[in-house]
Nanobody, 125 residues
Framework: QVQLVESGGGLVQAGGSLRLSCAAS????????MGWFRQAPGKEREFVAG???????AYADSVKGRFTIYRDNAANKVYLQMNSLKPEDTAVYFC???????????????????WGQGTQVSVSS
């Protein structure tokens, strides 16, 4: 079991930055891939970024070059640094965990087994 709690969301102007944090508890954190998804009103939940236990990463095309995912296994935390934010990045962001380490399968929400409650990110134009 992995329990996940997100923090760090908020309101920011376009071009600004935010860092999301996800605190994980549970004995399997270090063996889990961690990721971030987001869901805007009226849209499907979509993959944003993921990082494996061995620090392999994957990103959605829409955030490549702007977002960075990293993890601190000693602290049981995963982070999403978001730079150059755009209004279209506005969404609820969810932390997620999975034992699936094939990065090609991360893009489906159904490959992720544990979810946090989400944190709102709003980007004004």
């Amino acid at each position: 079991q992995v329990q996940l709690v997100e923090s760090g969301g908020g309101l920011v102007q376009a071009g600004g930055s935010l860092r999301l944090s996800c605190a994980a508890s549970g004995r399997t954190f270090r063996r889990s891939a961690m990721g971030w998804f987001r869901q805007a009103p009226g849209k499907e939940r979509e993959f944003v970024a993921g990082i494996s236990w061995s620090y392999n990463t994957a990103y959605a095309d829409s955030v490549k070059g702007r977002f960075t995912i990293y993890r601190d296994n000693a602290a049981n935390k995963v982070y999403l640094q978001m730079n150059s934010l755009k209004p279209e990045d506005t969404a609820v962001y969810f932390c997620a965990a999975t034992i699936q380490n094939d990065t090609n399968r991360w893009f489906s929400r159904y490959e992720w087994h544990y979810w946090g409650q989400g944190t709102q990110v709003s980007v004004s134009s």
